[in-house]
């Protein structure tokens, strides 16, 4: 009676660690869309567009000031 409780045990064990089936050998692996500087290339053009608001924005006063001193 204690061998087929712990063969049973042990199956339900086995049963619960077991993952999903693995894909058919036939499939290739699907590409990755992106690589490691894909976030970096993100950053930088985010810096970009940041410096052309800073730039547009420090030439607007200029001329706002430069309409107050005449």
């Known amino acids: 009676m204690k ?5 049973l045990l042990c199956l339900s ?3 619960g660690c077991s993952g999903s089936p693995a894909p058919p050998p036939g499939d ?3 590409p990755q869309a ?3 500087f894909d976030t970096l290339k ?3 053009q985010r810096v970009r567009d940041v410096q052309k608001t800073v730039d547009k924005h ?3 006063q200029r ?3 430069d309409a107050a001193t005449q």
Do not use: F, G, H, V
């Open 63 to 65: 001329k706002r000031i």
């Open 3 to 7: 061998t087929i409780a712990l063969s």
């Open 58 to 60: 420090a030439a607007e």
């Open 28 to 30: 290739p692996p699907q």
């Open 34 to 36: 992106s690589s490691p």
């Open 42 to 44: 993100a950053n930088e």
């Open 13 to 15: 064990a086995l049963a």
